[in-house]
């Protein structure tokens, strides 16, 4: 769409910025939303706020602003997403029930990233459009945008069919000050709580640095494999495909209460990052993305199962996510700008890689010794 309009290209990268900056700027409001109400219907509701934001985009609102309504759409229906699995499961199920859910959710990414393109290919999806007439109507990239809009429309039928349960944390007060005051209170609750303390910090480092390094994998796709984009963005879903293979081993061999076990899989994940650097042969790297994705999952997994639980028992399920997400994507805002001032700086991709993954294993290893500690004291 941006391409369609002669929009900047930086306008690209621009446009991520838009849409995380309701998960930030929202978070004191969309954790109370998602508690306040059946979370079946707070998804119900924010599909379609996410509909309005590509029906905007279709009516001809810039893409960036567009976007942005997609966004506030996104930021409120993840608490509810995420929180139902404390509502209808106990403790025990929660590390299986993650599993499943970041299954998912990466197979959708995956799906998405491969249809995504297949429906703005001018050679496909403008030769389908052409023999239904569709393309007296639509451009190619507006008829993909028509696609996703039946795509949450049937999304928001099936959030029609999710059972109804009691509400347990719904908030007393729903003045906006009240609000800010109850999120500033719940972040340094669950900063407080020495369970809660050590999943938040490394489900913060799993999202900031699994942002950037997409990135960092593009660039250095180019430069160690000569890899064009198009075949650079397809070797990163072998990494997609080893958070979905580590999430599924997390969850039949990890339980809630050992999940704090799994750190030291975040210090060999730094290591293997820094790996990277030599290789070159396209099949190696598959292999290196691919273990690279299943320590992901692994650690990150019963962490997201931890921080959901302790978040239910401290404030509800829907204020945790919230600051989870508040914090993931201060952290993403964090890291993307190191990147990009190391990008703009000049400093070799090599160099940049080693930096990233020194940076994982001693942030990990800060966190797994300070735990023990806390343990010990």
């Given at each position: ?6 929009a900047?290209?930086?306008h ?12 930030i ?6 954790g109370?939303?998602?508690d ?27 893409p960036?602003?567009a976007?942005a ?6 930021a409120?229906?993840s608490p509810a ?5 404390t ?36 050679k ?7 023999h ?20 949450y ?13 009691a ?13 800010l ?6 972040f ?14 490394v ?10 390094l ?8 180019a ?9 650079a963005?397809?070797?990163t ?17 990890v339980k ?7 750190l ?9 990052v ?5 290789v ?24 997201n ?16 996510i ?9 952290g ?8 990009t ?37």
């Open positions: 769409m941006l391409k369609e309009i002669s900047p290209k930086w690209v990268p621009l446009l991520q910025e838009f849409f995380i900056l309701s998960y700027l929202l978070a004191p409001f969309v109370p939303y998602a306040s109400m059946p979370k079946g219907r707070v998804m119900f509701v924010t599909n379609f706020i996410k509909l309005a934001g590509c029906l905007a985009m279709l009516a001809g609102m810039p960036l602003y976007y309504i997609v966004g506030l759409g996104a409120a229906y997403k995420y929180g139902i699995l509502e209808y499961l106990p403790p025990r199920e929660l590390v299986k029930a993650n599993s499943w859910m970041e299954g998912a959710t990466v197979a959708a990414i995956v799906l998405g990233a491969v249809f995504g393109g297949l429906m703005i290919s001018p496909l999806a403008g030769a389908f459009m052409h239904w007439g569709l393309d007296a109507w639509f451009s190619v990239p507006q008829f993909a945008i028509v696609v996703i809009v039946f795509l429309l049937g999304a928001a039928w099936v959030n029609l069919h999710i059972p109804v349960v509400i347990d944390h719904k908030p007393p007060r729903k003045n906006p000050v009240f609000l005051y109850d999120f500033m209170h719940s340094r609750l669950l900063w407080k709580d020495p369970l809660g303390q050590v999943s938040l910090a489900t913060t480092l799993f999202w900031g640095v699994g942002a950037t997409r990135l960092v994998v593009l660039a250095w796709a430069f160690n494999l000569k890899f064009e984009l198009t075949h963005t397809q070797l879903a072998m990494s997609a495909v080893g958070i979905a293979v580590g999430a599924a081993i997390a969850g039949k061999w809630l209460e050992d999940s704090v076990k799994v030291p899989a975040g210090i060999i994940l730094g290591l293997t820094i790996a990277m650097i030599v070159t042969d396209w099949r190696i790297a598959a292999l290196l993305l691919f273990l690279i994705g299943v320590l992901s999952g692994f650690f990150v997994v019963p962490l199962a931890l921080l959901q639980h302790r978040g239910h028992l401290l404030m509800g399920a829907g204020h945790s919230a600051i989870q997400n508040f914090n993931e994507n201060l993403i805002l964090v890291l993307l700008g190191a990147y001032f190391m990008v703009g700086n000049g400093v070799h991709i090599h160099w940049v890689i080693v930096t990233f993954g020194l940076f994982i294993s001693l942030a990990m290893t800060v966190i797994w010794r300070r735990h023990r500690y806390d343990q010990v004291h």
